[in-house]
């Protein structure tokens, strides 16, 4: 059964920093491209940043460019996404998802909530 589980969420003054992990299982990582989106309250789901296969490239949405970084250790079956000088509008359910690079496979974690709050 194919999972995905975030963890790393939580409450930080702006500013600050987390980082939040996806642990993956049932299913061959490497195989997949990773991505983390996020979803703010009143607000569409939005992609913050995406990693290809092993070695891949990466993308990020302008709004975060230069403060997240995105990353997978495929010998952990982990993608992480680093999240620096984070701002109120970080504010948000983050969610990661897995790809299929053969198939048209998605799966998606059940989120984790970011609060960036004074």
């Known amino acids: 059964q194919v999972q995905l589980v975030e963890s790393g969420g939580g409450l930080v003054q702006p500013g600050g920093s987390l980082r939040l992990s996806c642990a993956a299982s049932?299913?061959?990582?490497?195989?997949?491209?990773m991505s983390w989106y996020r979803q703010a309250p009143g607000k569409e789901r939005e992609l913050v940043a995406a990693?290809?296969?092993?070695?891949?490239?990466?993308n990020y949405a302008n709004s975060v460019k230069g403060r997240f970084t995105i990353s997978r250790d495929n010998a952990k079956n982990t993608v992480y996404l680093q999240m620096n000088s984070l701002k109120p509008e970080d504010t948000a359910v983050y969610y990661c998802?897995?790809?299929?690079?053969?198939?048209?496979?998605?799966?998606w974690g059940q989120g984790t909530l970011v609060t960036v709050s004074s």
């Open positions: 049932g299913y061959t990582f490497s195989w997949y491209a």
């Open positions: 990693i290809a296969g092993p070695g891949g490239s990466t």
């Open positions: 998802k897995a790809r299929s690079l053969y198939t048209d496979l998605e799966v």
